[in-house]
């Protein structure tokens, strides 16, 4: 069996009286992809929250290959391997595509502190960016600042942002949230391609079932910020908390 | 040459000729535009284009709004005045004054941003009004150090002072100390503004844009912010410091209200913003108007006062007495018909 890249150990946050995220233990083992369900509300993107660190738990812990990070900052946390994408895209608006994804590499590569080089000197971080954005296929974009892309496009870019970071742990949340059909499958290649890396676990919150199925090896569900079943895809899907609590749900909406 | 030392042109032909322009009135202003007034205007000009220009290093680029820049100008000035006081006119002296004023400076921008940029980005703007207010009253009040609000005055090594002529005349100018002085305060102005030009197109001034653009994203990709915003404060007074200590050679004067004042704070302000923010070419620019237009809009409404002398209530308004208010009007009109600032403007006409 192999170590728990990431853990969480009753973590708990509170706001007021109300219990978001309500002891939620759970462990992530290399090489697995784990879908994180539950209907709204249900505390998903909170819990991304505290493993990221955005906010402050108000108990329990979180683990990263083994070391205590509950009260080391984002930053700490993401030089550590702790990648996040947003449910709202959050980039750089202002700057060009290229430059987005060259500031990720950068800071990746720790190379953030240089003063007297130029900014497009680095020929590797370069590359790098550059190769990404053939990925996407958006190198025709990549001189355009990002507030002028289109939705679809943003989302790909909020995608290989955490791409370029290169880290042990992936947190996608919602990553194909208002993409076209068209536009779905590119970044969904994307993160299947992230399963080959076998020493990096992948989490990620979705709501469309056939992503899951296509992509998952495992399921977590989340009620009213409690964990509500784990396991293999089939038998979560089959259970009866989950009917209930998730997809029966979404199917009377259907 | 630009293109080749910082990568990041003026990207658009009337801003790069308008630039051309004033880069070569200020090289060659001693021959160009002869007379003491028009040289202190010259000189004025490049000391305030870097004073600017460390300010949208903070400002424009980072994000950061600081009420305290002219207190890191005082620094600087007060270094060089006090040296110059109490160890005598000569050369080590500007040297001991500007390095003990850059490292004043630079050493409570950290404290400064140790202590409040943790916090919040508006705490910073708090803090420094709240400082920089208290230094003002400091050094009006401590006239036995800084000679209070008369200031201090003191002499420059001779060869610098307006006393000193060399038999030789270069185009029909005889060169006095004065103007050896200018293409001193020319010379390391035009380097500082060079070196601003080539960190906000480094590295690091990618990452200070981001942080400007996106500070919550920034840390998640594992930037240190804080770190990232104290040192561009310290590097923002630091060169805010340096264009004091050029003030304070070129002045041999330094008082309160030429370094310290809440005026130049503005001024300061709206060379960057009618320059136009985040870019330093328009601090250089927005610098050059406002000094051109507080030295010479006067003469301007004489001239057109005295045009329209047969209309009662025109000639009236352009009174030179009046030249505030126009200034005002010019700033309002500057920011309403140029919202992202004159370079801003000029090259988004270039990019269509």
């Known amino acids: 069996m192999t170590a728990m890249l990431l853990e969480t150990e009753d973590l708990t946050v509170r706001f007021g009286g109300h219990v978001a995220v309500d002891a939620v233990s759970c462990g992530f083992r290399a090489g697995e992809l784990t879908a994180i369900v539950g209907p709204n509300g249900a505390g998903k993107t909170t819990y991304f929250n505290l493993i990221s660190g955005q906010i402050a738990a108000s108990a329990g812990r979180v683990r990263l290959a083994g070391r205590d990070i509950t009260l080391l900052n984002v930053s700490e946390r993401c030089r550590l391997g702790l990648g996040r994408a947003f449910q709202l895209t959050n980039l750089f608006p202002g700057l060009s595509v290229l430059e987005n994804l060259r500031l990720v590499v950068q800071a990746r590569r720790g190379r953030g502190f240089s003063l007297l080089r130029l900014a497009g000197s680095d020929r590797e971080v370069t590359r790098e960016a550059e190769e990404l954005l053939a990925r996407l296929r958006l190198e025709a974009l990549a001189e355009q600042p990002v507030s002028e892309l289109s939705h679809g496009n943003q989302r790909k870019l909020e995608v290989a942002l955490l791409i370029a970071l290169d880290p042990l742990v992936y947190m996608f949340d919602e990553p194909t949230a208002g993409m076209s059909l068209d536009e779905a499958p590119v970044v969904l290649d994307l993160i299947a391609g992230l399963k080959a890396r076998t020493d990096r676990t992948i989490l990620l919150v979705e709501h469309k079932m056939d992503v899951i199925r296509s992509l998952a090896d495992r399921i977590i569900v989340l009620h009213n910020g409690a964990l509500a079943a784990d396991g293999p895809p089939e038998a979560v899907m089959a259970s009866a908390v989950v009917q209930e609590a998730y997809m029966g749900r979404e199917l009377e909406d259907v | ?334 920011v309403y018909f140029f919202p992202t600032g004159i370079v801003g403007r000029l090259r988004a006409r270039a990019a269509r």
């Open chain 2, 1 to 334: 040459m630009i293109r080749l030392f910082s990568g990041d042109g003026p990207r658009s032909t009337i801003l790069a000729l308008i630039l051309i322009v004033i880069g070569l009135a200020l090289a060659f202003a001693p021959f160009l535009f002869p007379g003491v007034r028009a040289l202190e205007t010259a000189a004025r000009i490049c000391i305030f284009v870097v004073l600017a220009a460390s300010y949208d290093l903070l400002l424009g680029y980072t994000g950061i709004v600081s009420f305290a820049h002219t207190m890191f100008f005082g620094l600087g000035a007060y270094g060089v005045a006090l040296a110059s006081t109490h160890m005598g006119r000569g050369f080590t002296a500007l040297g001991v004054g500007t390095l003990a004023g850059l490292a004043a400076a630079v050493a409570l921008a950290l404290v400064i941003g140790l202590f409040s940029l943790r916090v919040r980005a508006i705490f910073f703007a708090m803090i420094t009004l709240a400082v920089a207010s208290a230094v003002t009253v400091l050094a009006s009040q401590l006239s036995a150090v800084t000679g209070g609000e008369d200031g201090l005055v003191y002499q420059i090594p001779r060869a610098l002072g307006p006393a000193m002529r060399l038999d030789r005349e270069i185009a029909g100018v005889t060169i006095t100390g004065k103007i050896l002085n200018y293409y001193v305060v020319f010379a390391i102005s035009l380097v500082l503004f060079l070196l601003m030009l080539r960190i906000v197109n480094s590295p690091f001034g990618r990452v200070l844009q981001a942080i400007r653009e996106n500070d919550f994203r920034a840390e998640a990709i594992g930037y240190r912010v804080v770190r990232y915003r104290v040192t561009a404060t310290c590097l923002s007074a630091g060169f805010a410091a340096l264009a004091g200590s050029l003030w304070a050679i070129w002045l041999r004067y330094v008082g309160p209200g030429t370094t310290l004042s809440f005026e130049i704070m503005l001024d300061i302000l709206l060379m960057v913003v009618i320059g136009g923010m985040g870019t330093i070419w328009g601090a250089a620019l927005g610098a050059t108007l406002m000094v051109l237009a507080q030295s010479y809009l006067q003469n301007l409404m004489a001239l057109a006062a005295g045009a329209t002398e047969a209309l009662p209530i025109l000639s009236r308004l352009l009174d030179p007495d009046r030249w505030l208010l126009w200034l005002g009007v010019l700033f309002i009109l500057s």
